[in-house]
Nanobody, 114 residues
Framework: VQLQASGGGLVQAGGSLRLSCAASGINFRLYDMDWYRQAPGKQRELVAT???????SYVASVEGRFTISRDNVRRTVDLQMNSLKPEDTAVYYC?????????WGQGTQVTVSS
């Protein structure tokens, strides 16, 4: 299983970024996909999940600002991040569970300046 994340960068508060994660090595449409983030000095936290049935869930702090989506043909999962805040600054990781293991992408840095 390989997960390749992209799309991070530096943005001012109030701006937007779109992260994308390309998956290979799994039958993508059968698996839930997650986006996590880890800020400096903090534990990694689950930000958003999209189920194989396209049901979404979000951590409260991003509800209404972030949208997770998936494309089962392209085998990608995206995270559209709007109204970004400095506290959204973190390394963002895509993730999935497959055959009892958790797989992670390499992480992409998102930095929001105030």
């Amino acid at each position: 299983v390989q997960l390749q994340a992209s799309g991070g960068g530096l943005v001012q508060a109030g701006g937007s970024l779109r992260l994308s994660c390309a998956a290979s090595g799994i039958n993508f449409r059968l698996y839930d996909m997650d986006w996590y983030r880890q800020a400096p000095g903090k534990q990694r936290e689950l930000v958003a999940t999209i189920s194989r049935g396209h049901e979404n869930s979000y951590v409260a702090s991003v509800e209404g600002r972030f949208t997770i989506s998936r494309d089962n043909v392209r085998r990608t999962v995206d995270l559209q991040m709007n109204s970004l805040k400095p506290e959204d600054t973190a390394v963002y990781y895509c993730s999935t569970k497959y055959s009892g293991r958790v797989f992670w992408g390499q992480g992409t840095q998102v930095t929001v300046s105030s």
